[in-house]
């Protein structure tokens, strides 16, 4: 055989070997494509849980937020009814406190003498009846004058008119002119009746004449 012939079979047994080495190669898949894909995919499930535990998280906020809202609410509502019931009670005991400090601090007794021709007379009528006198009125005067202190306060010596500010058995507006009478004007009758039987005297002359006046007009 010659060195041509057997050169020519060299070359055709390595060009078979090669072509077999790269069908041989085509047909097995890169590993690093695979390692590729497993990453990408790893990476995609992990993308996943994380926004799913970002939603999660995100509703528990929200949960907890509306029930704050809620519990706040429901505070506000629990203070609100709180102070109404606390404010109620402090108009209660105040009103209790003036109720019992009017009762504990008057009336003033009378220190003066009642005469006989009064005895029919007692508490606060008593007492003007005894001052009526003592002013140089008459008990004919007396009777107008009781009239009178009928109609206007019931010889109260704590009639108050709320809407005038009128105040005690004459109904002095304001009351504080019969402090000219006495610093005990709220709770002293006699000083009451002393102011009165004044203001009577110097407008209008005689009890019964005021009397007259307030039958006309309603007022005196």
């Given at each position: ?10 070359v ?11 069908y041989i190669?085509?047909q ?15 990476e995609?499930?992990?993308?996943q ?12 906020r929200a ?9 706040a ?9 709180a102070?109404?019931y606390?404010?109620?009670?402090d108009?209660s005991?105040i ?10 601090s008057?009336?003033?007794?009378y220190?003066?003498?009642i005469?006989?021709?009064c ?9 003007g009846c ?8 008459g008990?004919d005067q007396f ?10 306060s019931g ?17 002095s ?7 000219s ?10 000083t009451?009746i ?23 007009h309603?007022?005196?």
């Amino acid at each position: 055989m010659s060195r041509v012939v057997i050169r020519a079979a060299s070359v055709v047994l390595l060009l078979a070997g090669t072509a077999g080495g790269v069908y041989i190669g085509q047909q097995r898949p890169p590993a690093t494509t695979d390692v590729a894909m497993d990453s990408v995919q790893a990476e995609g499930a992990e993308m996943q849980l994380l926004k799913q535990r970002q939603n999660e998280h995100a509703v528990a906020r929200a949960r907890v937020t509306q029930a704050e809202g809620a519990a706040a609410q429901k505070a506000a509502v629990v203070a609100k009814t709180a102070a109404g019931y606390a404010k109620n009670l402090d108009k209660s005991v105040i009103a209790a406190k003036k109720a019992a400090q009017q009762q504990s601090s008057g009336p003033v007794a009378y220190a003066g003498p009642i005469p006989t021709s009064c005895n029919e007379f007692s508490g606060s009528r008593a007492i003007g009846c005894a001052l009526t006198l003592s002013a140089g009125f008459g008990l004919d005067q007396f009777a107008c004058l009781n009239k009178l202190w009928n109609k206007e306060s019931g010889w109260n010596y704590r009639a108050e008119n709320r809407s005038s500010g009128a105040y005690g058995i004459p109904q002095s507006l304001p009351g504080s002119k019969m402090a000219s009478e006495g610093a005990d004007w709220k709770t002293n009758p006699a000083t009451q009746i002393k102011w009165g039987l004044g203001y009577i005297k110097g407008r209008y002359g005689t009890p019964c004449k005021a009397w007259s006046n307030s039958e006309l007009h309603n007022s005196y």
